[in-house]
């Protein structure tokens, strides 16, 4: 008897919480902006700050810790008008150095999106053109950001590496949030 009331009070919760969630909004969002990397030179974007002691740190060498200010652009030239900049950290954490672990913020600096972020993390195989990283979160515009991202290397010259990234976004937004700016 002192069971099935135990029961029976657990269930009356479940519902209550249910109700108590309400409804959210799903909203979902394809971005495509490009990515531009220097990694030398006057405009350098990529720099090594840390890595293991008596090896030289590089983009090949496990350990190398960087830190990256990238500018994103609407369409690929780099004159073309700027949309954010991705800023992070990157390492090269696989023992044969050939993969990059990056964690880094999607920062908007201008058009609709302007002061909003889409954060993001995962690995980076080198070998590949084609990369996946997970959203696993938002401010502002892009709260309750999930997602991932497509980056495809679209040339890479001189230290000079150009990205397109797609970013696939979903926002499950309580109805009760305040402050979210629905499209
Ligand atoms: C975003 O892209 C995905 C995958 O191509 C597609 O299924 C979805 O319909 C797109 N969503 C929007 C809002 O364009
Ligand atoms: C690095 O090299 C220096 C000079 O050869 C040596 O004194 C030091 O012990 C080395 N450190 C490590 C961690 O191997």
Redesign the pocket.
């Known amino acids: 008897m002192a069971k099935s009331l135990a029961i029976a009070s657990l269930q009356i919760v479940s519902v209550l919480l249910l109700a108590s969630l309400g409804q959210s909004n799903t909203v979902?969002?394809?971005l495509t902006v490009y990515l531009h990397e220097f990694q030398s030179g006057d405009a350098q974007s990529i720099f090594p700050v840390a890595g293991l002691p008596n090896v030289t740190w590089g983009y090949h060498q496990f350990g190398t810790v960087f830190v990256i200010d990238n500018t994103l652009t609407q369409s690929v030239s780099f004159k073309s008008a700027v949309v954010g900049r991705l800023q992070g950290i990157s390492a090269v954490a696989s023992l044969d150095g050939n993969n990059m672990e990056l964690a880094a913020t999607i920062l908007f600096t201008n058009g609709k999106y302007k002061g909003s972020t889409v954060e993001f993390k995962g690995i980076a195989l080198r070998s590949m053109l084609v990369n996946e990283v997970a959203i696993i979160g938002g401010t502002k515009q892009f709260r309750y950001a999930t997602g991932y991202i497509i980056s495809e290397v679209l040339s890479a010259v001189g230290g000079y590496l150009t990205l397109r990234l797609n970013l696939?976004i979903r926002q499950d937004i309580p109805d009760d949030s305040p402050g979210i700016a629905f499209h």
């Open positions: 979902f969002r394809n696939y």
